[in-house]
């Protein structure tokens, strides 16, 4: 199960520690998704989601600091008894002693940020969003060219690294080579990433393993690109209909996420760098709204259309 330790969130959110005594190393987080547990402060518990991280607002502290000391001992006794990930007290809040107690002694961590409320819950969604995605692993190369991520599959030696390479020598920049790993943010978005091990490099048939940072600078990579478009190479075959014009979109798809795919047939003599940079820009192109299929196919149908009102004068 995918999970994000607790000290991660700490580190990037730069979150301050108020129960040092507590050991928070193991902790795990299981979803992104945040409470804010104002129904729970007033004693209501069903449908009551533990296992996400828990933030206390001014809303929250405000209404704590009315009840008595006797209400806040079996409210937070209850609420402790869940298994509560963590506490984050935003606005520089700081918890009662008698809050400060219960969670020491069922050892759940209170933590501190100077953010607002609303600023730390979308700033901490947004993040495990991305850290807790569903993740697959597909044979492939990424290349970001001109904005356009665009993801370049086919079988084992057809040539995907090669023009990944003529790609980087043209400007655009590297994200993976061989393995991409995709991560499904949300239902529109992909997001494809290098495995540690092999960030950066390239395998090259007959040279070996390049390290593209290092021959063409921090400028030639990048460590995550969104997945817009599939290139899908495959042997040119004579018998094979290919699309010459565009009209319909094709899709592939990936965690349930559809991406337009072009298929390219390679063919000795076939620049496909060129092609491949013809495709991201031509995809941005239809992205702004215009899509020259759409232009030639008016530009047919007007001149029928001029041709027939001519016979019929």
């Not at 935003?90 to 009662?96: A, G, N, T, V």
């Not at 070996?208 to 990048?222: F, H, P, Q």
């Not at 899709?251 to 795919?261: A, H, P, Q």
């Not at 013809?278 to 008016?298: D, F, I, P």
Request: hydrophobic fraction near 40%; charged fraction near 30%.
């Amino acid at each position: 199960m995918e999970y994000v330790a607790l000290t991660r969130l700490i580190d990037k959110m730069k979150l301050d520690n108020l129960t040092p005594e507590l050991e928070v190393k193991g902790i795990k987080i299981l979803q992104p998704d945040i409470n804010r547990p104002a129904l729970q402060m007033t004693g209501f518990f069903e449908h009551f989601d533990a296992t996400r991280l828990q933030v206390i607002g001014f809303v929250e502290y405000t209404y704590m600091e009315s009840l008595s000391d006797d209400r806040k001992r079996e409210i937070y006794d209850e609420l402790m008894e869940y298994d509560i990930p963590a506490f984050v007290f935003c606005r520089e809040l700081k918890p009662d002693p008698l809050f400060k107690e219960a969670a020491i002694a069922h050892k759940i961590p209170l933590l501190s940020t100077k953010k607002s409320t609303s600023g730390f819950m979308a700033e901490a969604i947004r993040w495990l969003n991305v850290k807790l995605a569903p993740c697959i692993s597909v044979h492939g190369v990424l290349v970001d060219v001109y904005g356009e991520g665009v993801l370049i599959t086919g079988e084992s030696g057809i040539g995907k690294s090669e023009a990944a390479l003529e790609l980087i020598k043209r400007g655009h920049r590297l994200v993976t080579d061989d393995v991409v790993e995709l991560r499904k943010v949300s239902d529109d978005t992909l997001i494809g990433s290098a495995p540690d091990v092999t960030k950066h490099l390239i395998e090259l048939r007959g040279i070996g393993i390049v390290d593209v940072k290092a021959l063409y600078g921090a400028c030639s990579v990048k460590d995550t690109s969104n997945i817009d478009l599939v290139i899908r190479l495959e042997d040119w075959d004579k018998d094979k209909e290919y699309d010459r014009l565009g009209l319909e979109e094709t899709y592939t798809e990936y965690l349930g996420n559809k991406v337009v795919c072009h298929n390219i047939p390679i063919r000795p003599g076939r620049n496909l760098a060129i092609i491949c940079e013809s495709a991201a820009v031509n995809h941005r192109q239809k992205k702004m709204g215009y899509n020259a299929a759409q232009e030639l196919y008016t530009r047919v149908q007007n001149s029928l259309a001029k041709k027939r009102d001519e016979e019929e004068e």
